[in-house]
């Protein structure tokens, strides 16, 4: 599958138009058109950081996508330690749309996890009762 193809894959797995992608990345919605229809090359790296905030996707994952990186074999398969996302969100600068979160910010993402997982758990509880 080329570039092209798991680009578009990747913005309708989101579930976003090229223009939501567009507005979100600030790609213009015209290249992003022309990429995904195999009308332009590789974009530049630049370009694929800026795609990769709009997806909020890895950044790594697009450049491995695009051919600017050589997976090996050995860390294909590779697993990391699980990484605690509550630690993670206090200890790190983190961007969502193109904005920095503020402690405040984090926070709220904090709870609404917390909820989120909580509400889980509780179902889960209810189902084997």
Same mark, same amino acid.
């Given at each position: 599958?080329?570039?092209?193809?798991?680009?578009?894959?990747?913005?309708?797995?989101?579930?976003? =138009? @090229?223009?939501?992608?567009?507005?979100?990345?600030?790609? &213009?919605?015209?290249?992003? &058109?022309?990429? *995904?229809?195999?009308?332009?090359?590789?974009?530049?790296?630049?370009? !694929?950081?800026?795609?990769?905030?709009?997806?909020? =996707?890895?950044?790594?994952?697009?450049?491995? @996508?695009?051919?600017? !990186?050589?997976?090996?074999? &050995?860390? *294909?398969?590779?697993?990391?330690?699980?990484?605690? !996302?509550?630690?993670?969100?206090?200890?790190?600068?983190?961007?969502?749309?193109?904005?920095?979160? =503020?402690?405040?910010?984090?926070?709220?993402? *904090?709870?609404?996890? =917390?909820?989120?997982?909580?509400?889980?758990?509780?179902?889960?509880? &209810?189902?084997?009762?």
């Amino acid at each position: 599958m080329y570039f092209y193809d798991k680009l578009k894959d990747m913005r309708k797995l989101k579930g976003f =138009t @090229i223009r939501e992608l567009a507005d979100r990345s600030g790609v &213009s919605a015209a290249y992003i &058109s022309q990429l *995904e229809n195999g009308n332009r090359g590789i974009p530049s790296p630049e370009v !694929l950081m800026k795609l990769s905030e709009g997806l909020n =996707t890895s950044y790594s994952e697009l450049m491995d @996508i695009a051919g600017y !990186l050589e997976s090996s074999p &050995s860390t *294909e398969n590779f697993q990391s330690n699980p990484v605690n !996302l509550r630690r993670f969100l206090r200890d790190n600068e983190l961007m969502f749309d193109g904005v920095l979160l =503020t402690d405040d910010d984090k926070e709220w993402v *904090e709870r609404m996890l =917390t909820v989120l997982f909580w509400k889980e758990r509780q179902s889960a509880r &209810s189902d084997k009762q």
